[in-house]
């Protein structure tokens, strides 16, 4: 259970009355007897959210947004405004970034960089390359040195994370194919050193994501903090950029418990002074607090049935657009909002076309048991035509999801604007 949370609410997520009537102009675009699907996007709780975690950071930070989280085009440009810069992990992402925001600072990091996606990042003359590997460090100097071109590079690392309490992922601190390992620092060193258009910028470290605790992220700030002083002592470097990576998490099982970002970052600011580091800037790259309370999914039920004893509700659509419970499996929160069937049914009602008070296993249309959204639901009342609105549904949702099995339609986007 984490330590210290906090309820703001620009982070709970959108309001009922919002989403029903964002589910009605969906209606209204549609054909009379259109059975919903739909992502449901807040984009101006998004932004209230977004100036919110920038504004309580100390001077020397940075926001970026990691990309992976959600790349549509509505979330980057509700966020080009507010954060500093983009994370790219693909040389897909950073040609679509780049595209929609030519003007914002770019960032390019993640394993297995092809040499066309880092020739492209020299190209585009980009902040800063976030280099995995001895390899890409000496194809990256290669490639400078071919082009003539400078480049700004952050050492990807991994470090030991012992004394650190883990998460349920972890990047780093034991074998991975993420970052150059500690050991190989002095190789890297040396690779830098003879190539001149390389400048190393910073070190970057991104080892735990899912992160809900406070105290824990702090202590893992400040063994990046110790990492990175010692390194330039050691080393005799002179650097003025640390990135911290991103990690911090959604409680899915609690989602009215948020990381208290305000506490976080009044206790990074006292680490900063501690540690001397007010001049050196600290970069974040933060994706899935971001922007996963401005989404949800909502399913308009299609059936109700009970199978060997057990309620199941099938509803419009399924893990092939919303993919997060099954990639996190865990249950993942929902509320229940009437349909407009409610209030004008045609259909025969029979027994098995409502719930009240039941468990219930919410499923979509896909013909595989694995297509499960929450299993074992307590309803207080359902029926045919009612939406299951899954809450926290803006990052990794669907963008992780496999779109094309069963050749369902898409969900429709729908962007709730001021
Ligand atoms: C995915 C990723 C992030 C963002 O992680 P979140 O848990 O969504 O904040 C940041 N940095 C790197 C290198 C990543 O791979």
Known sequence: MP?????????????????????????????????????????????AHARHLVA???????????????????????????VHGFEAASGGELDWLHACHPEMPLIFGGP?????????????????????????LRRLAALCAQKQASCRILLRMNISLEGIAQTRLTMGGKPTPFGIDAEDLGAAIDIIAAAPQ???????????????????????????????????????????????GGGIGVDYANPEQVFDWPAFCAGLARLIEEAQLTGVKIRFECGRFVTAAAGCYVMEVLDIKKNHGEWFVIAHGGTHHFRTPAAQNHDHPFMVLPG?????S?????????????????VGQLCTPKDVLARRQHIEALQLGDYLVFTHAGAYAWNISHQHFLMHAPPVMHFIES
């Not at 309580?56 to 080009?80: G, M, S």
């Not at 390389?198 to 824990?216: K, N, P």
Request: overall charge negative.
């Open 198 to 244: 390389l400048t190393l910028a910073g070190f970057h470290f991104h080892l735990m994501s899912h992160q809900l605790d406070v105290q824990r992220h702090l202590a893992l700030i400040a063994l990046y903090f110790a990492t990175f002083k010692r390194w330039c002592r050691e080393y005799c470097l002179d650097l003025g950029l640390l990135n911290v």
């Open 56 to 82: 309580a950071l100390p001077d020397n930070c940075e926001f970026y947004y990691a990309a992976k989280a959600n790349p549509e085009a509505r979330i980057l440009a509700t966020l080009a405004p507010v």
């Open 340 to 344: 407009v069937r409610r209030r004008q």
């Open 346 to 362: 045609t259909e025969t009602e029979g027994d098995d076309t409502r719930l009240v008070r039941q468990q219930a296993t919410l």
């Open 112 to 136: 297995g960089k092809l040499i066309s996606e880092l020739s492209r990042a020299i190209d585009l003359g980009i902040e800063a390359i976030h280099v995995e590997s001895l390899t890409e």
């Open 3 to 47: 330590t210290n949370t906090q309820t703001s609410p620009a982070q709970v997520g959108i309001n009922r009355a919002r989403i029903a009537q964002a589910i009605d102009t969906i209606l209204a675009g549609q054909a009379p007897d259109t059975q919903v699907c739909a992502y449901i996007y807040d984009l101006q709780g998004l932004e």
